[in-house]
C-alpha cells in the first residue's frame, strides 16, 4: 500500500496502554481531545524546525525497522517524514495536567448533568446497537455509553490533529515519553497499512488517540472490533465499532458482568489506612484484611474480594471513601486514574436506561 495513494475516511482509535505507565495520568489526561489547538498556532514541516528528521539516527533507526514489515518501502517512509508537520500546541497539551485536579471539579467537568443527558439521548438513538453489543460481550450497556461520554462527548470532539503529526512530534520532540510515542507510530503505520488508508487520514487527539473511545494505535490493532462487518473497525463514524471496541476492551481486561464498580465505605483514617490508599492502584487487599484494619465494607462483598481503597475530595478537605473492586482495575486500565474511573461510573449510574448501578 502506498502512502501516497490511500484514499480515506477517518480512523479510529483508543485510549490506553495496558502496560507501562510509571506514574498515572502520564499518558493521557482525560478528554485529550477536547484541548483545542491554539489558532494562531504556527505549524510548519518538521524538516523546517531546524532539525532534519531524516538526519537523525532514531528517525533512521526507525524506518529501517518499519522496512522489515514490508508495509511501506524506504522511499514512502521517508516521504512520511517529510510530510510530517510539528506542532507545538501537542507538547504543550502533554505537560497540561489533566486530572491532578480535585474531584470536585473533576467531575464537574467530565460528568455533570449536561454530559448524563446528553448520554441519556445517545443511548434512546443506539440503543438497539448498544443492547446487542452489551449482550454479545457481557459488558454493562451504561459502561459503554459512559465511556464514550467521558472520552469524546459521544463522538462529538474525537480530535482533529493529524494523528501522524501527533505521534511523530511526541515520537521526536518529547524525549520524556519518546520510546512510547515511537512504539506507538510504529503501530499505527501498520494500523493505516491493515485499514487500507492513507495514514494522513487520520485524526484524533494531541496525544494520538482516535474516534469515539479514543484508542491509541496498539489498543485499536489488539481491541477493535468491526462489528457492522463492512471490513473496516471504522471507531470514528460507526457507533457499533466504536462500542464493541470498548466493550472487547473491556472484556478483555476481566469485566465482571452483573459485578459492581465500587462500593462507599467508612473508617476512621489512620496512618496505615492512608499509606493503603496512597499505594499504587492494584488489586491488592481483600475486603477481609480491610475489615480487620477497622473499614467498614458493605456485607454484600464478600472478605475475598480484591480491590482498591481510595478517596474522592467531594469539598474542600473533606473526603470520601471508597472501595473499588475488580470492575474498578478494569477501567482504570483504560485510562490510569481514578478519578476518571469514578467518573466513568457517576456517569453510568446517572443514565435513566441502566438498569443496574455500578
Ligand atoms: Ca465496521
Not at 511501506?72 to 510530517?84: C, G, H, I, K, W
Not at 438513538?125 to 451504561?142: D, F, L, M, R, T
Not at 477481609?288 to 480484591?306: D, H, S, T
Request: hydrophobic share 40%.
Amino acid at each position: 500500500m502506498k502512502l501516497v495513494r490511500i484514499i480515506c475516511t477517518a480512523l479510529l482509535l483508543a485510549s490506553c496502554q495496558s502496560t507501562q505507565p510509571v506514574n498515572e495520568n502520564a499518558i493521557l489526561p482525560v478528554a485529550t481531545a477536547n484541548i483545542p489547538s491554539s489558532v494562531d498556532e504556527k505549524v510548519f514541516a518538521l524538516t523546517d524546525s531546524g532539525i532534519d528528521l531524516l538526519n537523525r539516527s532514531d528517525v533512521n533507526r526507525f524506518i529501517d525497522n518499519e522496512v522489515k514489515h514490508e508495509h511501506y518501502s524506504r522511499v514512502e517512509l521517508e516521504n512520511f517524514f517529510r510530510q510530517v508537520r510539528y506542532r507545538p500546541s501537542i507538547i504543550r497539551g502533554m505537560d497540561r495536567p489533566g486530572t491532578s485536579l480535585p474531584w470536585y471539579t473533576f467531575v464537574q467537568n467530565n460528568a455533570n448533568n449536561i454530559r448524563i443527558s446528553s448520554g441519556n439521548i445517545f443511548w434512546q438513538n443506539n440503543a438497539e446497537v448498544i443492547q446487542a453489543v452489551s449482550k454479545h460481550y457481557g459488558v454493562a450497556p451504561q459502561l459503554l455509553v459512559a465511556i464514550v461520554g467521558i472520552e469524546t462527548n459521544y463522538g462529538a470532539t474525537m480530535g482533529t490533529y493529524r494523528i501522524a503529526d501527533a505521534l511523530t512530534t511526541l515520537g521526536y520532540h518529547y524525549p520524556r515519553r519518546a520510546e512510547y510515542f515511537q512504539r506507538e507510530l510504529a503501530e499505527f503505520l501498520q494500523l493505516a497499512y491493515e485499514e487500507k488508508q492513507d495514514p494522513f487520514n487520520f485524526k484524533g487527539s494531541y496525544a494520538g488517540a482516535m474516534g469515539m473511545p479514543q484508542f491509541m494505535p496498539s489498543s485499536f490493532r489488539q481491541y477493535a472490533v468491526d462489528w457492522d462487518g463492512d471490513g473496516h473497525r471504522d471507531i470514528w463514524r460507526n457507533t457499533g465499532d466504536a462500542l464493541a471496541s470498548v466493550a472487547n476492551y473491556m472484556k478483555q481486561h476481566g469485566w465482571l458482568s452483573g459485578a459492581p464498580i465500587a462500593v462507599p465505605v467508612a473508617m476512621q483514617i489512620t496512618p496505615q489506612l492512608q499509606q493503603i490508599i496512597d499505594e499504587p492502584t492494584a488489586l491488592k487487599y481483600t475486603a477481609g484484611q480491610l475489615r480487620q484494619l477497622g473499614v467498614i465494607i458493605p456485607a454484600q462483598i464478600g472478605n475475598q474480594e480484591k480491590g482498591i481503597l481510595y478517596r474522592l475530595e467531594k469539598s474542600s478537605g473533606k473526603y470520601d471513601y471508597w472501595f473499588g473492586l475488580n470492575n474498578f482495575y478494569t477501567i482504570w486500565q483504560y485510562n490510569h486514574s481514578r478519578h476518571y474511573v469514578a467518573a466513568v461510573r457517576q456517569i453510568a449510574n446517572g443514565l435513566s436506561y441502566g438498569s443496574t448501578k455500578l
